[in-house]
């Protein structure tokens, strides 16, 4: 799957996805070759994100829009906690 072609077809910017995932522009393009070439995301947070958005070829825009706002605002409360670089069980477990 080509993600970049995917968000551009959607009308999403690639600053703007790197944003709601709250990584800077060269970690998402880092973390879209990892995951198109089928290994793991070194954060596990964002592994499971790539999984529920890109590993569904039918996912229409406006769901898109709402996975992604759904988990910005999960990872907005993990970098307002500091649990952002923690993996998930260890954060909720803090949350």
């Known amino acids: ?3 970049k072609q ?3 077809d959607m009308e999403v910017k690639l600053s703007n996805f790197a944003k709601e ?3 800077s522009r060269p970690t998402l393009n880092s973390y879209i070759d ?3 070439k089928g290994e793991k995301i070194n954060s596990e947070k964002h592994q499971l ?3 529920k958005l890109f590993s569904n ?3 229409s825009k406006e769901e898109f829009n709402i ?3 759904r988990y910005h605002k999960l990872l907005e409360r993990d970098k307002i906690l500091g649990t ?3 993996d998930v069980k260890t954060t909720d477990l803090m949350a």
């Open 1 to 3: 799957m080509n993600i």
């Open 6 to 8: 995917k968000l551009k």
């Open 21 to 23: 995932l709250e990584v």
């Open 34 to 36: 990892t995951f198109e």
């Open 49 to 51: 994100i790539f999984e």
């Open 57 to 59: 070829e039918s996912i």
């Open 67 to 69: 996975i992604v706002g």
């Open 84 to 86: 952002l670089d923690y």
